[in-house]
T-cell receptor
């Protein structure tokens, strides 16, 4: 049972435009969400996160939006740069003292010059 | 350098063999998580250790086992290897306290079973 779903395996955008990566979840006990970025031959690196009590968090070119009623979150990258080309993983943490993260399958973003 | 060290980076072995993957967590982190990334799959949680004790278990096969030692490094043992065990194995560490929820990942061990 996949509790965190990234339904788009890949996304291609032009440099300078907006990239929108989507993530859906099924477990209403998730209380914290994170996005990780992964380049080839490297481990995932933390990008941005959001608590379930918020609906938006912004960090430079990256903004994460959370719609709890729809159990949906999205990552916006504006403007997109070729260096943003990577696999992006959505992750979620259950509430309480459990710090385990559940990851989606990832979306490969390609930003074309 | 993320601070999480995984060795070896690459491993090629034959079916039926046993291998050990090693992970040294970031300084100060008490938790170690092991994840498997197969082709077209996301990061599948295998197991978590916190300060030497098993804390959570995911879809880890009985042929796989792990432990965390007093110095907090961890080893993932894979035995009776099958072709389908070929994957990237990531170790991550975290503080697991307060509101610090993010992991720091190592660069992974690529296991190829032939």
């Amino acid at each position: 049972d996949q509790q965190v779903k990234q339904n788009s395996p890949s996304l291609s955008v032009q440099e300078g435009r907006i990239s929108i990566l989507n993530c859906d979840y099924t477990n209403s006990m998730f209380d914290y969400f994170l996005w990780y970025k992964k380049y080839p031959a490297e481990g995932p690196t933390f990008l941005i996160s959001i608590s379930s009590i918020k609906d938006k968090n912004e960090d430079g070119r990256f903004t994460v939006f959370l719609n709890k009623s729809a159990k949906h979150l999205s990552l916006h990258i504006v403007p997109s740069q070729p260096g943003d080309s990577a696999v992006y993983f959505c992750a979620a943490k259950s509430g309480g003292s459990n710090y385990k993260l559940t990851f989606g399958k990832g979306t490969l973003l390609t930003v074309n010059p | 350098d993320s601070g999480v060290t995984q060795t070896p980076k690459h491993l090629i072995t034959a079916t039926g063999q046993r291998v050990t993957l090693r992970c040294s967590p970031r300084s100060g982190d008490l938790s170690v998580y092991w994840y498997q990334q197969s082709l077209d799959q996301g990061l599948q949680f295998l197991i978590q250790y916190y300060n030497g004790e098993e804390r959570a278990k995911g879809n880890i096969l009985e042929r796989f086992s792990a432990q965390q030692f007093p110095d907090l490094h961890s080893e993932l043992n894979l035995s009776s290897l099958e072709l389908g065990d070929s994957a990237l194995y990531f170790c991550a560490s975290s503080v697991d306290s307060g509101t610090s929820y993010g992991y720091t990942f190592g660069s992974g061990t690529r296991l190829t079973v032939v």
